[in-house]
T-cell receptor, first 115, second 116 residues
Framework: GAGVSQSPSNKVTEKGKDVELRCDPISGHTALYWYRQSLGQGLEFLIYFQGNSAPDKSGLPSDRFSAERTGGSVSTLTIQRTQQEDSAVYLC?????????????FGPGTRLTVL | AQKITQTQPGMFVQEKEAVTLDCTYDTSDPSYGLFWYKQPSSGEMIFLIYQGSYDQQNATEGRYSLNFQKARKSANLVISASQLGDSAMYFCAMRQGGTSYGKLTFGQGTILTVHP
């Protein structure tokens, strides 16, 4: 079946602009996660959705970052007034919430460059 | 706070040899899960192996095995019979708590290079 997909694959924006990153999880996966990967900070957790609600938003770095999930499926991560330090690869993952270890399945990522 | 440490920024191994990638972790929660992921140069994260904190046996998946030493809080990945395609970045990660879902905390990663 289809894996996790993300769009766009690359995004170049100017400082101060808003950007939206999209994630389509694997069908039937109730859990959805956003992570950020950068050279300086490694892989960092941002937010976790169970269905349409986000019980863990502890990794969002500032109030410029927000995310939503609709229909228990697609999720959008929005970064307002982008800064150069927001440049990173944004990874989305999905997984099940029943079962045993439930690994997370990752998408290919969106590479964000803020000029 | 939970923390994952991978002390080897880079490792080299000869094709067909075995290699061990180190991972230590720190948590006060008695229930947790440990994961290893592979990230080739193409960028996708590939799940390799899982070890639960209450699992009695060390996990194995094909050529991958996990050397789990709970008292030392280490979860080293052993790759046997290395192949050229094993060259990639490897991440150790932990999920804290007794649920089978929730955020992962990642180590800094180890770049493995397999020489022919």
């Amino acid at each position: 079946g289809a894996g996790v997909s993300q769009s766009p694959s690359n995004k170049v924006t100017e400082k101060g602009k808003d950007v939206e990153l999209r994630c389509d999880p694997i069908s039937g996966h109730t859990a959805l996660y956003w992570y950020r990967q950068s050279l300086g900070q490694g892989l960092e957790f941002l937010i976790y959705f169970q269905g349409n609600s986000a019980p863990d938003k502890s990794g969002l770095p500032s109030d410029r970052f927000s995310a939503e999930r609709t229909g228990g499926s697609v999720s959008t991560l929005t970064i307002q007034r982008t800064q150069q330090e927001d440049s990173a690869v944004y990874l989305c993952a999905s997984g099940l919430t029943s079962g045993t270890h439930n690994e997370q399945f990752f998408g290919p990522g969106t590479r964000l460059t803020v000029l | 706070a939970q923390k994952i440490t991978q002390t080897q920024p880079g490792m080299f191994v000869q094709e067909k040899e075995a290699v061990t990638l180190d991972c230590t972790y720190d948590t006060s929660d008695p229930s947790y899960g440990l994961f290893w992921y592979k990230q080739p140069s193409s960028g996708e994260m590939i799940f390799l192996i899982y070890q639960g904190s209450y699992d009695q046996q060390n996990a194995t998946e094909g050529r991958y095995s996990l050397n789990f030493q709970k008292a030392r809080k280490s979860a080293n990945l052993v790759i046997s019979a290395s192949q050229l395609g094993d060259s990639a970045m490897y991440f150790c990660a932990m999920r804290q708590g007794g649920t089978s879902y929730g955020k992962l905390t990642f180590g800094q990663g180890t770049i493995l290079t397999v020489h022919p």
